[in-house]
């Protein structure tokens, strides 16, 4: 296994209302050297707007096209290119905090191994992904 690096969390951002994060998911938001969300193909990012009032101006924020489609080739290139992006984040021993709304954790994670390919990117790196509830 390769020397950890970087640490990389994830999270979701709850139901949609900045009041509700939990105390931890603000202070991992604090405390990250950057912030990834998703992105839709209209340019909403959702996740990103919900999270905003904890994240600082140093921030850096890399936000990631996640297309909602059944073309497995488009998911795959839009994964791949996000897994690079953090990837090298990661190797400069930086932390990265990914925020997705509580609807989408399931995607986050894996639901149909649809983000496989992130995770098998990431290996050897430190990640922690928690729901909102639990983070």
Do not use: W
């Not at 951002?13 to 990250?32: F, H, M, N, S, Y």
């Not at 905003?52 to 059944?70: A, C, E, R, V």
């Not at 953090?86 to 930086?94: F, M, P, Q």
């Amino acid at each position: 296994m390769a020397e950890l690096k970087g640490t990389f969390y994830g999270v979701s951002v709850g139901p949609g209302d900045p009041e509700l994060l939990t105390a931890k998911a603000i202070r991992l938001l604090r405390k990250c050297d950057a912030v990834a969300a998703p992105k839709s193909a209209d340019g909403r990012q959702t996740a990103l707007d919900i999270a905003s009032p904890y994240i600082g101006q140093d921030k850096t924020i890399l936000l990631f096209d996640m297309p909602m489609t059944h073309d497995k080739q488009a998911r795959n290139a839009s994964h791949d290119a996000a897994a690079d992006a953090l990837c090298a984040l990661l190797d400069e021993g930086k932390s990265c905090r990914v925020i997705v709304p509580d609807n989408q954790l399931s995607l986050a994670i894996g639901k149909e191994g649809q983000n496989a390919r992130l995770a098998a990117k990431l290996t050897g790196y430190k990640i922690d992904i928690k729901p909102e509830s639990e983070a």
